[in-house]
């Protein structure tokens, strides 16, 4: 496959010839660091990059770099580049339906079960990105929809890629726009080919089909595409939802044609079938004919409910390739999380960890905490006494509540990192938790935990 791919690309268009040097030298240092052992610097240690250039160093142009890598190369040597540079998945430990392991990527690995930050608008708001490495996201997640609207794809593909862009040099996965046309767009009109909308940011005009969702995706440089599909909200009728899963079908063998090989990017399909077993299993099936590098569970945190959320992942999960990332999207405050995680998902995201950051809501250990709440006003212990984070080392409940109450930056700055590094801490508690075969009691102590409320005011 690497070597095809350097014969079709014998000749590089001037684009991609342009930032050759510093791409060779970047994956060189990378694949070195690997190699000895050592861990490559985190971000935010060490202020900007090694080329002068923030902390952007790697290329979006993988498949071109993997292969002449691979190719300056024989035999074993040759062989683990390659694999480096290819997408791959592998699971180190299971508890129960419960998985942990690895999905490998060129821009990085991705332990798992993972939480993706929702970067909607090529920002995670309120955070630079080495803050959001730091505490400890090895994804990122951008919305198609909202980059196509602005700044554009084009754009910022002439701009060198989303990663370079926003300065994130780690993977990201991109949803397909279906989910977010249908939630925010006016004047949508669905047809076989794919939908119309008007824009809610200047009421123009936009197209989406499968192709053109992996060209926005493939111009953007996503590491993990998603399958264009659509998502009807629940509760719908089972006819609704037959058909729409159907669609989506058709959409997602369209979108797998569209996407084409590309080596050291993956491409998820989408389950669908709401809450209807049969059609899950439809869906399923379908979407394992076609075959895809992992697979999501949509259709899901739309309005069920958590109850009928679980009882749906009680058997959806089961349905897909047990050997590739599953992945539940838009999920969810930190008890989802655990339950999906138990039930067999390997990935989420949700905006809740961010937005709530912007409105004074904190999330911990002990539950959520509104800091907004007079009760704090005097209070100068931390948020969470056990927490790593900025907010919780350097400030009390008293600062965090006059910055609330002020609508200062800085809190929604602070109480953002704090909730983005809570989540992260929970997704490592269960990573280890799920290796050393106690996710059971993980998951009581977390209730317990929680159960107790938030520490007694002074
Ligand atoms: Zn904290």
């Keep these: 496959m690497q070597h095809r791919q350097v014969r079709r690309h014998g000749v590089l268009p001037r684009t991609e010839r342009r930032g050759d040097l510093t791409r060779g030298h970047a994956i060189g240092a990378g694949l070195d660091q690997k190699a000895e052992g050592v861990e490559p610097r985190r971000l935010g240690e060490g202020g900007e990059g090694r080329d002068g250039a923030g902390l952007f160093h790697e290329s979006r142009n993988i498949d071109e770099m993997a292969a002449r890598q691979a190719c300056r190369l024989r035999g074993g040597a040759a062989r683990a580049i390659a694999q480096s540079m290819n997408f791959s998945f592998a699971l180190n430990a299971t508890d129960g339906a419960a998985r942990t392991g690895v999905i490998s990527t060129p821009r990085g690995e991705i332990r798992t079960p993972a939480f993706m930050p929702v970067g909607t608008a090529a920002t995670v708001k309120a955070m630079r990105p080495e803050s959001v490495r730091a505490t400890g996201a090895d994804i990122l997640l951008g919305n198609t929809y909202h980059l196509m609207l602005r700044p554009s794809a084009e754009r910022i593909d002439r701009l060198g890629g989303l990663h370079k862009f926003m300065n994130w040099d780690r993977p990201i996965l991109t949803d397909s726009g279906g989910f977010q046309v249908m939630s925010l767009a006016s004047l949508r009109k669905l047809t076989e080919k794919g939908v119309t909308f008007k824009s809610h940011i200047d009421g123009s005009k936009h197209e989406i089909t499968p192709e053109r969702s992996m060209e926005i995706q493939k111009l953007l440089g996503s590491d993990i595409v998603m399958t264009f599909d659509e998502c009807p909200a629940l509760p719908a009728d089972r006819t609704r939802i037959a058909e729409s899963m159907r669609l989506s079908m058709r959409w997602a063998q369209r979108s797998r044609d569209a996407f084409g090989d590309r080596p050291g990017h993956a491409l998820f399909g989408i389950q669908q079938g709401g809450l209807e077993r049969d059609l899950r299993e439809e869906s399923a099936e379908a979407l394992r004919v076609v075959g895809f590098d992992g697979y999501a569970v949509g259709g899901l945190a739309v309005g069920e409910g958590q109850e009928a959320m679980f009882g749906c992942l009680d058997y959806a999960p089961a349905q897909l390739p047990e050997d590739k990332p599953r992945y539940l999207m838009g999920v969810g405050k930190p008890d989802d999380i655990v339950g999906a995680v138990k039930r067999g998902i390997d990935m989420m995201d949700c905006v809740l960890p961010s937005r709530s950051g912007r409105t004074g809501q904190a999330w911990t250990r002990r539950g ?58 929970l997704m490592g508690g269960m990573r280890d938790a799920i290796a050393a075969q106690d996710f059971a009691d993980f998951e009581t102590r977390f209730h317990a935990m929680r159960a107790e409320g938030d520490i007694d005011r002074l």
Excluded: F
């Design 368 to 425: 959520q905490v509104n800091l907004r709440n007079a009760r704090h006003a005097d209070d100068p212990r931390p948020l969470d006494e056990t927490c790593t984070c900025p907010a919780c080392a350097n400030y009390s409940r008293a600062y965090l509540h006059h910055v609330v109450r002020s609508q200062e930056m800085i809190a929604g700055m602070l109480l953002t990192w704090h909730n983005l590094h809570y989540y992260q801490e």
